[in-house]
């Protein structure tokens, strides 16, 4: 209401669409607080809370488009609050694809955070005396950095952090706030981030390609006619990160990063047509579900690590398996004990503030006792009564070979090399050598010969070859006749033939490279792989030295392996 202006100087109609607004606005507030109130875990809780809170604020977007005349006259709706309505909005779709994995929300939390850019919703904000104002538009950027991020829109990002720096900078000039640190901390993480791929692909004009490794239909070997494998199918996976000094961007590691990526189809986009594009209305939800569902566990302590792990148990439908990845700092065992058993070879750290030196943790303890903030092998064998996939990453990766099968359930473990030549282990910073090979093959063969950037014509011609190499792996793992039932079992789901073949491969690869020496710098897995039909392969060894030809990298390999360790 302007000057002199009385409430009843406004006609009844213009004073009922304030008060609607008013209503609508505190409406979506606190429906949007209360979501941080529901379970993080369980599929079926959170669902009609978030479709509630969607309506509201559909309404609520809709209203203000339609009385935005009177909106501005009456109650002063000033371009950032739109903006903030836009952003909750954006925030609501990216926290929607966090609890279904289905990549087609981030394409709609893209346009409506695309949108308040491109209208300067937040533009005015810098010129108001309010320092809590300008943290608001820094989140917003921080937001929208991590949805362009897990889109691989590369360039965007670069333009983002660029434009977020300059307000950080003018942020910090303006008020003197005690949070100038922690949003520089920000902006240095996101450009590690941004640089941690170890190989870029050049054009011809020498700019970066932006790859993507999510998986397309075409990237996965079909099965052989007649073929019998599993009908299972990967449901639910937890991606647990807890290494010290990787690189990370808000609560996601490289690794974290890598393997959410390496579990989930190119995304499509809902929105739809172009004509659409940041109308900022959420659309209809997919069919059905594409993608496994994945929780993403940055640093978990035990507690929290076992709860998530019981609700994906409990709930996995029938047919189905559970993935568990584990990107941790090794536990080792201190001391010997008479009998070895599922707690006596250590395991990965779970989170608690301890000493830790040199990456791994010191142990102040009695040496009869096991370690507590560790999860050991034998934590996982109340998991096996349903087909379990784990994935382990760490310098303890090994303490996972001694599994036993209890419930005689499928159940495979992949193992990463427990020792890394001091080349590799110098990137670590930048993620797993191990990791990087289940995400991208090429990129990873190529970052362990040393390559820091190929050619786009080279590595289309590279991932050609590739597509073969992988049929012939998927050929010897389904014909071998001594392999163990469990891989077969896993084979029949498209994500797990291609996390099985990948790792096939890098087990192959390190075993031919010159610098991989020692036993414990290759990958394992339980139960074993019979090695002279798979990773010790005369045809497959045949095939890594034809691509390491290609790569013009052929003099880092064995072209006649030695014996095996």
């Given at each position: 209401m302007t000057g002199a202006e009385t409430e009843d100087d406004i006609p009844l109609g213009e004073r009922k669409t304030v008060t609607d607004f008013c209503y609508l606005l505190d409406k979506s507030k606190q429906l949007f607080n209360g979501l941080r109130d529901l379970p993080q875990y369980g599929h079926k809780q959170w669902q009609s809370y978030f479709g509630r809170t969607f309506d509201v604020y559909t309404k609520?977007?809709?209203?203000?488009?339609?009385?935005?005349?009177?909106?501005?006259?009456?109650?002063?709706?000033?371009?950032?609050?739109?903006?903030?309505?836009?952003?909750?909005?954006?925030?609501?779709?990216?926290?929607?694809?966090?609890?279904?994995?289905?990549?087609?929300?981030?394409?709609?939390?893209?346009?409506?955070?695309?949108?308040?850019?491109?209208?300067?919703?937040?533009?005015?904000?810098?010129?108001?005396?309010?320092?809590?104002?300008?943290?608001?538009?820094?989140?917003?950027?921080?937001?929208?950095?991590?949805?362009?991020?897990?889109?691989?829109?590369?360039?965007?990002?670069?333009?983002?952090?660029?434009?977020?720096?300059?307000?950080?900078?003018?942020?910090?000039?303006?008020?003197?706030?005690?949070?100038?640190?922690?949003?520089?901390?920000?902006?240095?993480?996101?450009?590690?981030?941004v640089e941690a791929d170890p190989v870029v692909v050049l054009n011809d004009n020498s700019s970066v390609v932006v790859t993507s490794n999510r998986l397309q239909e075409e990237s996965v070997p079909p099965l052989e006619q007649g073929m019998v494998v599993g009908q299972l199918v990967l449901a639910d996976a937890l991606i647990i990160g807890n290494c010290n000094n990787q690189v990370k961007f808000s609560e996601l590691t490289i690794d974290m990063f890598r393997m959410l990526q390496a579990l989930e189809r190119e995304p499509v986009n809902l929105a739809t047509q172009p004509s659409k594009q940041g109308t900022l209305e959420p659309n209809e939800k997919p069919a059905k579900r594409e993608n496994p569902h994945k929780y993403l566990l940055y640093k978990p302590t035990f507690s929290q690590l076992f709860t998530f792990l019981s609700a994906s148990f409990k709930?996995?439908?029938?047919?189905?398996?559970?993935?568990?990845?584990?990107?941790?700092?090794?536990?080792?065992?201190?001391?010997?004990?008479?009998?070895?058993?599922?707690?006596?070879?250590?395991?990965?750290?779970?989170?608690?503030?301890?000493?830790?030196?040199?990456?791994?943790?010191?142990?102040?303890?009695?040496?009869?006792?096991?370690?507590?903030?560790?999860?050991?092998?034998?934590?996982?064998?109340?998991?096996?009564?349903?087909?379990?996939?784990?994935?382990?990453?760490?310098?303890?990766?090994?303490?996972?070979?001694?599994?036993t099968n209890l419930f005689g359930q499928p159940l495979v473990c992949l193992l990463s090399p427990a020792v890394y030549p001091k080349s590799v282990?110098?990137?670590?910073?930048?993620?797993?050598?191990?990791?990087?090979?289940?995400?991208?093959?090429?990129?990873?063969?190529?970052?362990?010969?040393?390559?820091?950037?190929?050619?786009?014509?080279?590595?289309?011609?590279?991932?050609?070859?590739?597509?073969k190499v992988y049929r012939d792996i998927g050929q010897m793992i389904t014909r071998s006749r001594t392999i163990d039932q469990a891989f077969l079992q896993f084979f029949g789901d498209e994500f797990l033939r291609l996390l099985l073949i990948r790792f096939v491969f890098c087990s192959a690869a390190l075993r031919l490279h010159k610098l991989f020496r020692e036993a414990q710098s290759f990958p394992e897995s339980y139960p074993e792989l019979p090695k002279q039909d798979t990773v010790e392969s005369s045809l497959l060894q045949k095939h890594i030295l034809e691509l390491a030809t290609m790569l013009d990298v052929q003099s880092l390999f064995w072209d006649d392996p030695p014996e095996a360790y």
């Open positions: 609520l977007w809709k209203f203000q488009q339609q009385h935005r005349q009177v909106l501005d006259s009456r109650y002063g709706l000033k371009r950032w609050q739109i903006g903030e309505v836009a952003s909750k909005i954006g925030q609501l779709y990216y926290h929607y694809y966090l609890r279904t994995s289905e990549t087609s929300y981030l394409n709609e939390a893209f346009s409506f955070y695309s949108a308040i850019r491109q209208r300067s919703y937040y533009f005015q904000v810098n010129k108001e005396d309010r320092p809590e104002l300008v943290v608001k538009k820094l989140r917003y950027y921080a937001r929208y950095i991590v949805v362009c991020l897990l889109l691989n829109k590369m360039d965007l990002v670069k333009v983002l952090v660029k434009e977020l720096s300059e307000e950080i900078e003018d942020y910090t000039q303006r008020f003197n706030t005690e949070d100038q640190l922690e949003w520089n901390l920000v902006l240095q993480e996101v450009a590690a981030f709930e996995l439908p029938a047919n189905s398996v559970l993935l568990v990845y584990l990107s941790a700092t090794g536990v080792f065992p201190t001391g010997s004990s008479d009998y070895e058993g599922p707690y006596d070879f250590g395991g990965v750290l779970t989170n608690t503030n301890r000493d830790v030196v040199n990456g791994e943790t010191v142990q102040k303890r009695n040496q009869a006792q096991k370690e507590m903030h560790c999860l050991h092998p034998g934590d996982l064998f109340p998991f096996t009564r349903k087909p379990l996939f784990v994935i382990v990453d760490s310098s303890n990766s090994a303490a996972y070979k001694h599994f282990q110098d990137q670590s910073q930048r993620g797993s050598l191990f990791t990087l090979f289940l995400y991208s093959p090429l990129l990873a063969f190529a970052s362990v010969c040393g390559l820091t950037s190929v050619q786009r014509g080279l590595w289309e011609r590279a991932q050609e070859f590739l597509c």
